[in-house]
């Protein structure tokens, strides 16, 4: 389809750019991620319920859309099927909590588990297939689940169309705080234990593998990296993190049912993942804020031309930013570096 | 057998749908490389902005070849406006720029017509063909349409300078601007032939699933489907994957016991999993062979 030459190009975000300012970076970035974090951790207690409570399905979509990234982003497998995946950790966290009675914290490892084994099971026809043709097979995942969830002999577990409704997470006693500021707090403490595993894994020697077969598989085999063994691991993995996300969604809605996974919600994970920036650990963030709140801001302008709202702020951020947002920062961060060099 | 027959015939007017479509699909593939998102909602505008000009009173014959040749021009204007300037993009940006086609056009479908469901008028009748229980009128034209539609483009593509332009434009898309082919130009015309392709797919599928602005979102999934199970890069391919696509849904629905009904959208796609398992660049596409 492409020649190689062309798939590094496309992958490859502006390294190289800001190669002289690399050492000041790295202290720049530990104030960057304390400042975030203190943001994150005061915030509950500066907005209200409903704020908190989207704020808390941000880092949920940033998660899921993370596991995207691995995939794509980190190992160049296309995947339109992740809001399967998703659903998938959903519906483990609803039918254990509901039918099993498992506390929810324990669904979490669970849905993460189921995740990872199909992720994997996927990755083996992935193996032979590229680009657009696994595009499809996934996409065929996507398109499947909720008619698998609707189908009436599962629906013992699944409870069909009406879908199953999720006990509201306790609060522990000795915490003075409600239910969607703990929540939030439950949520980030995951999601940055999420982040910082994904952060890690990037940078081993294992993420340089996964890395190596993005820019080119048959020079990464030459090399002796296992391309199969580590392309359905990606695929395992991937699906693992965005199986926790839906996980956490079930919890944060309280509520699953089949029609919440349709294809749509595959389609905003690759939308909020180029938006955010392909192989971007941060950018996963920016794509989780436009998942969920560009949709409202458009119907807040036009209730009757919402899509095509949604549409124009679309094109006009991939017009501003074709390399999402990550790769704008890298740019404008280079080009201040640049100036002030001068 | 009887039941078999019926099936299979049924599957074949479905399959007719999924056909145009995937055929609009290849196309387009052929011409930039990329699956096109928006191709259904593309249509669907082709097929309302028909509906309103019979609706003021235009013979049907006369709104449908106004609407193929305005859905041509609207479709080079799309390239021209929106996706030349991403041409040295990513493959992703194009990507979000699709989602953000579809979604506005989408929308601006149920801002001008609104939501609720019309009828569209069929120019073959929708009578039993021949007086018999197995295929209307209208499906047989559709089948018809199809192979004539596919004929033209075989004959454009082999018999014109203007299509082997085009196809040296797609193959080697440097090499093609050094013999003096207007690639940018080529790549603009592909869009405007699948405009069109698209438009009269819509047209046609309008009588059958009746016109609403969601009306081709199904539709297009199929069309995908059978132009990957035929092979992207095969336009005949294209047309018989959608027509297989459609014979294996139906009989899948009859022939399965207890879940073949809920889950027939489930197994045609299992079936081209499958099929793709054996031939990873589809029936009739061909693989590429990269050079290191």
Not at chain 1, 164 to 169: A, F, N, S
Request: aromatic letters at 12%.
């Amino acid at each position: 389809m492409t020649t190689p030459q062309q798939d590094t190009a496309l992958f490859a975000p502006a390294v190289g750019a800001h190669g002289a300012q690399r050492a000041a970076w790295p202290a720049t970035r530990h104030w960057v991620l304390a400042g975030v974090l203190v943001i994150a951790a005061v915030l509950p207690f500066v907005f209200q319920g409903f704020v908190v409570f989207q704020l808390t399905e941000v880092m949920i979509y940033g998660l899921a859309i993370l596991g995207l990234n691995l995939l794509t982003g980190f190992n160049g497998q296309f995947s339109v099927g992740h809001g399967a995946f998703y659903g998938l950790g959903a519906y483990v966290t609803a039918i254990l909590m509901h039918q099993y009675g498992v506390a929810y914290y324990w669904t979490l490892p669970a849905a993460g588990g189921v995740c990872f084994v199909v992720g994997t099971l996927f990755g083996l026809p992935a193996l032979r297939l590229q680009g657009l043709y696994l595009a499809l097979v996934t996409f065929a995942a996507a398109v499947a689940l909720p008619q698998l969830l609707k189908f009436h002999g599962l629906e013992e577990w699944t409870g069909g169309v009406q879908g199953i409704v999720v006990d509201q997470p306790d609060v522990p006693g000795f915490l003075p705080i409600d239910t969607d500021q703990w929540l939030y707090y439950f949520t980030l403490a995951v999601v940055l234990v999420m982040f910082a595993g994904a952060s890690s894994l990037v940078k081993s020697r294992t993420g340089r593998a996964i890395m190596a077969i993005r820019d080119h598989e048959i020079a990464a085999a030459a090399m002796g990296i296992n391309a199969p063994l580590y392309k359905t691991l990606t695929f395992g993995v991937s699906a693992l993190y965005t199986g926790v996300a839906g996980a956490l969604g079930a919890l944060a809605v309280q509520f699953v049912a089949p029609d919440s996974f349709s294809l749509f919600l595959s389609i905003y994970f690759l939308v909020g993942l180029i938006l955010g920036g392909m192989g971007s650990l941060p950018g996963c963030l920016f794509g989780g804020l436009f998942v969920l709140y560009v949709p409202n801001i458009a119907a807040e302008v036009s209730r009757g031309l919402a899509g095509a709202i949604y549409g124009v702020i679309m094109l006009l951020v991939i017009f501003v930013m074709p390399s999402g947002a990550a790769g704008f920062t890298r740019l404008a961060f280079a080009y201040v570096s640049r100036w002030r060099h001068r | 057998m009887q039941l078999l027959l019926q099936q299979v015939m049924a599957g074949l007017a479905n399959g007719a749908i999924y056909a145009g479509m995937a055929l609009a699909v290849v196309m387009i593939f052929l011409a930039i490389d990329h699956l096109n998102f928006a191709q259904g909602e593309m249509a669907t505008f082709s097929a309302f902005v028909a509906w309103q000009l019979i609706a003021w009173g235009t013979p049907y014959w006369v709104a449908f070849v106004a609407v193929v040749i305005l859905s041509f021009i609207g479709g080079v204007a799309i390239e021209r406006i929106l996706f030349k300037p991403l041409h040295h993009a990513s493959i992703f940006a194009n990507l979000v720029a699709f989602f953000a086609l579809f979604s506005i056009l989408n929308s601006a479908d149920g801002y001008i017509w609104d939501y609720t469901i019309k009828t569209f008028p069929s120019p073959f009748g929708t009578k039993p063909l021949f007086g018999s229980v197995l295929i209307d009128a209208h499906e047989a034209g559709m089948i018809v349409v199809t192979a004539v539609l596919l004929g033209l483009l075989y004959l454009f593509f082999r018999g014109t300078r203007l299509g082997l332009a085009m196809r040296a434009a797609a193959a080697n898309p440097e090499s093609a601007r050094l013999v003096g082919i207007r690639v940018g130009w080529m790549t603009a015309l592909g869009w405007g032939i699948a405009a069109a392709i698209g438009a009269v797919a819509g047209m046609l599928i309008a009588p059958v699933v009746f016109l609403d602005p969601n009306m081709m979102f199904g539709v297009l999934l199929y069309g995908f489907a059978g132009a990957v199970l035929g092979g992207l890069t095969s336009p005949g391919g294209a047309v018989l994957g959608g027509f297989a696509l459609g014979i294996i849904e139906n009989l899948a629905g009859t022939f399965i016991p207890y879940f073949g009904r809920d889950l027939k959208l489930t197994i045609a796609l299992l079936v081209i999993v499958a099929v793709l398992m054996v031939r990873p660049a589809g029936i009739f596409g061909r693989s590429v062979v990269s050079r290191v």
